[in-house]
């Protein structure tokens, strides 16, 4: 039995625009999304802002209702049988909220050990275990109010673990945290999934997927676009080498002239402080880069080099140029 | 239900009663609704009612304790589903394996509980203020009397918090329904006072019961049969509370994961 | 000067529309009159039903008219506050501050609504009054009622200025905002005669805005002309400028303050 089994999920929010004419507009967040996770598995799911990630890993936790399409985690009904669900699965959505801020980090824990069942002796070791495991163990006893961005992330992750559950959902789990605090985190989430945990988390970051995830689905505008391992991904851009340009100011109009050029599949755009790095996708290679070069007519040039392409590039050509 | 299940709730219950507790004791606006507003509503209201002599002090203490126990339960005990919207710990506790209507327990519990306190606000301000005779006529019923005024606003309270998520507009509401139940309960005024088709209203109001039993004890106006008898109706009422909880709850979590507003955008 | 003067009163007047919108902007139009005109009727009608009770007698102009002209400290109280800090809590205060504006016009503009809004609920109260309650205005000279009602709802907004400015200073809003209400409840004498409270509570209440207004009023409905109540009267304004000098003299202090701590965003 797959720990997850998705089948043409969709969601269509209805909001109200309109400040005193209150009318409705629809949005389609998730279209038909389809996939599985195995048991012990580490999925990922990838994809722009306003991809449908986290409305999609909202449904899975059953915290919202599918429009249409099921969905199945640990062998329950998303929709029907919530709660046979809420005590094997656990969950993270990045950001600050969603913790008592007037209560000390160990008091939020204890308050959803025993919301979650966990035994009193059982919590009680297993909170001072999970405080260490995240980094908080000389804060516990403080109010949230007084942690960091990056603390109360922290929190939210020894918090989704409290129960020890079958299942983790990890929205953006390393968002706002420090270098070093991801580092560590991607080593929890390594650990959990030698536990033999299920995890599907949604990242921005490609190196991570890259990195910790066995299977990774791109969706973009709702769908689906890819689902493979990391490695098969790369292999969609391996009849394509990367070239990167280093410029001062990009106008519209040249990168739009450069997307037209025939030995070039692909181009995307990245701020770095007074610079922006070009990244040119093309089948050509290095021997591309004479022809590039005519383009930009003497314009003023940084570094240009060529490379192998990576994860991020086939993400790159699978939801268009700009991520 | 398994024993098991049921320990686990009766510590759900306990542990969201202390979080509860804990948290409000720095809020100041419960502190104004439960302990400033319900004093000067004390001292108004004797002020106006000291030359009618008898009980009086007793009679204001409790009707004024009454209004702090109202506004209390409307407010804060209300606010127990939106407010853990407003924080965005709402998707938290409907993810978790403890039903809904036992966490807003374990608050309405914590809230109604320190409610009280504005029984004894308005008895120390009534104390401080004006030398008068203050006893309570019949202790042992006036004690059982809150016992089961407890009961019965901890009840109500369960339905409100879900019917004010089903209305978006519940602040409002929230606003429009404080004095209206000071009034038709008779907390500091009979309510002979108000035109004879209010009168059904009132009845099926569990705070005009609790009225009857706290005011009917503390001043020994009301024979005991009737006190028993504003406890059986306060303890008919929570049944049906009870009961309606439990489906309002659902509807109103389902509704929830429908229209996307466990959380808010 | 003309052009000034044009500016002037476009700013006064964005500030003025602009504040009141953003205050109900979240309210449906049906729970605005929900809450402006059944709300005061409710609060009116305990404590006219509470003097009734008290005085054993059917004759309630005492408390109608003390309540009727308590209504302006909703808008007074409440309303102003909340369009003074309202801009505290959106993060807009540095565009206030960092406009070239008038602050004292701002500051006005952004009270004067409230003003109109104020004024508009005693009316509405002395119509609950006359309609459901048996108030007889027979005996009374309208405008100079009118005149108690606008001096004595502007007097009770300087205190909303006031402590507006004050709420800049502190997270506890409603705290300080229903404590001041209630304590005009109370001290403002609308349910009771001031002249029987103990002296220190004697003093409070004159203290306040509102005390004379309500006595004014009351004098007024009973046939008192207006030169009978022009000492009530003219103090009654008196204060009225001292508070919202006082509320002025503490914007522009916070903002001398917040401009030099860079703590326009955070208290
Ligand atoms: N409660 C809601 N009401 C209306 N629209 C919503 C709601 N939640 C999400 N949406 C919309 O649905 C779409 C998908 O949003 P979602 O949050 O799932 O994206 P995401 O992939 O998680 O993006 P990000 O990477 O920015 O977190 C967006 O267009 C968003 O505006
Ligand atoms: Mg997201």
Redesign the interface.
């Given at each position: 039995m797959n720990a997850i089994q998705v089948d043409h999920l969709r969601r269509v929010?209805t909001t109200n625009v309109g400040?005193f004419r209150r009318e409705s507009k629809e949005v389609v967040a998730v279209d038909d999304v389809s996939f599985a996770v195995g048991d012990g598995e580490l999925f990922g799911l990838l994809g722009p802002n306003g991809a449908g990630k986290t409305t999609t890993v909202?449904m899975l936790?059953?915290?919202?209702?599918p429009t249409s399409g099921s969905a199945r985690v640990g062998g329950f009904d998303v929709e029907h049988e919530?709660?046979k669900i809420?005590?094997t699965?656990g969950?993270i959505?990045g950001?600050e909220?969603?913790?008592?801020?007037?209560?000390s980090g160990i008091?939020n824990l204890?308050?959803?050990a025993?919301?979650?069942?966990v035994e009193?002796a059982v919590a009680a070791k297993r909170i001072p275990y999970l405080l260490d495991l995240v980094g908080l163990k000389d804060r516990g006893n403080e109010k949230v109010e007084g942690y960091s961005r990056g603390m109360k992330q922290r929190l939210h992750i020894a918090?989704a673990l409290i129960h020890d559950p079958q299942i983790l959902f990890l929205d953006e789990p390393t968002i706002g945290l420090d270098p070093v605090g991801a580092r560590e985190l991607r080593l929890v989430i390594r650990n959990l999934q030698a536990e033999k945990k299920t995890i599907l988390l949604t990242t921005h970051y490609m190196f991570e997927a890259d990195m910790l995830c066995q299977r990774i689905a791109v969706i973009d505008k709702g769908n689906i676009v890819a689902l493979d391992t990391p490695e098969e991904l790369k292999k969609l851009v391996l009849d394509l080498s990367v070239i990167e340009v280093e410029v001062f100011g990009v106008q519209d109009d040249l990168l739009e002239k450069i997307r037209k050029q025939k030995f070039v599949d692909n181009v995307s755009v990245e701020n770095r402080d007074q610079r922006q790095i070009l990244t040119v996708q093309t089948p050509r290679g290095s021997e591309a880069i004479p022809d590039l070069m005519a383009i930009f007519d003497g314009r003023r040039v940084g570094k240009v080099t060529s490379r192998e392409p990576t994860l991020e590039d086939a993400y790159v050509r699978l939801v268009g140029g700009d991520a | 239900m398994t024993l098991k299940?049921i320990k686990?709730y009766a510590?759900?219950v306990?542990?969201?009663f202390e979080?509860t507790l804990?948290?409000n004791f720095?809020d100041a606006f419960i502190i104004f609704a439960v302990i400033v507003q319900p004093m000067i509503i004390a001292i108004l209201a004797l002020w106006m009612l000291r030359d009618i002599g008898g009980d009086i002090g007793i009679f204001v203490i409790v009707g004024s304790g009454l209004t702090g126990l109202w506004s209390g339960l409307l407010f804060i005990s209300g606010n127990s589903i939106t407010g853990e919207r407003w924080?965005?710990?709402l998707?938290?506790?409907?993810?978790?394996?403890?039903?809904m209507a036992v966490?807003v327990f374990g608050k309405n519990l914590a809230n109604v509980f320190q409610s009280l306190a504005s029984m004894i606000a308005s008895y120390i301000a009534v104390a401080l203020l004006f030398d008068l005779r203050i006893t309570i006529e019949q202790p042992w019923l006036f004690a059982a009397s809150l016992l089961v005024t407890v009961v019965a606003f901890i009840c109500f309270g369960l339905i409100m918090a879900g019917l004010f998520v089903i209305n978006p507009a519940f602040a409002q509401f929230q606003n429009g329904l404080e004095f209206p139940i000071y009034i038709l309960a008779g907390f500091l005024f009979p309510i002979a006072m108000l035109p004879g088709w209010t009168t059904p209203i009132s009845y099926v109001l569990a705070p005009y019961w609790a009225a009857v039993a706290l005011h009917g004890s503390a001043t020994g106006s009301v024979p005991p049969a009737e006190i028993g008898f504003a406890w059986l109706m306060m303890l008919v009422f929570s049944l049906v509370y009870v009961l309606a909880s439990g489906r309002i709850f659902r509807i109103v979590l389902?509704k929830a994961?429908?229209d996307?507003t466990?959380?808010m955008q | 000067m003309l052009n000034t003067a044009r500016i002037n009163l476009r700013l006064f007047w964005d500030g003025a529309v602009l504040s009141y919108i953003a205050l109900f902007?979240w309210l449906r139009p049906s729970t605005y009159i929900a809450s402006k005109v059944f709300g005061p009727l409710v609060y009116m009608l305990f404590f006219v039903l509470l003097g009734r009770y008290a005085t054993g007698s059917s004759d309630a102009s005492f408390f109608v008219i003390g309540n009727a002209i308590q209504m302006c400290a909703w808008s007074g109280i409440y309303g102003i506050t909340m369009s003074i800090t309202g801009d505290h809590w959106d993060g807009t205060l540095p565009y206030v501050f960092g406009a070239p504006a008038n602050r004292l016009i701002v500051f006005l503009g952004r009270a004067f609504i409230h003003v109109i809004d104020g004024y508009l609920g005693v009316v509405l109260g002395f119509f609950w009054g006359i309609t459901l309650l048996g108030l007889d205005l027979s005996q009374t000279s309208l405008p100079a009622l009118a005149l108690v009602v606008l001096i004595t709802t502007i007097s009770t907004s300087g205190l909303g200025m006031l402590l507006g400015c004050l709420s800049l200073m502190t997270r506890n809003v409603m705290f300080v905002n229903n404590t001041v209400f209630f304590g005009l409840l109370l001290f403002a004498g609308a349910n009771v005669d001031v002249a029987t409270f103990p002296g220190w509570m004697q003093s409070i209440s004159y203290a306040l805005p509102l005390t004379r207004g309500i006595q004014a009023g009351r004098a007024i409905v009973a046939g008192a002309d207006l030169s009978q109540v022009s000492g009530l009267l003219s103090t009654e304004f008196l204060f009225g400028l001292i508070y919202i000098a006082l509320g002025y003299v503490l914007f522009r202090w916070f903002e001398k303050q917040a401009k030099r701590r860079g703590t326009l965003e955070a208290v």
């Open positions: 929010f400040r909202k936790t059953t915290l919202l209702i919530s709660q809420s005590s699965i969950f959505f950001g909220r969603g913790l008592y801020w007037r209560l008091d204890r308050y959803f025993s919301l979650y069942h009193p918090r | 299940t686990a510590r759900a306990a542990i969201t979080i804990r948290q720095s924080v965005g710990t998707e938290g506790l409907v993810a978790s394996p403890t039903p966490i389902r994961r429908v996307a466990l959380s | 902007r």
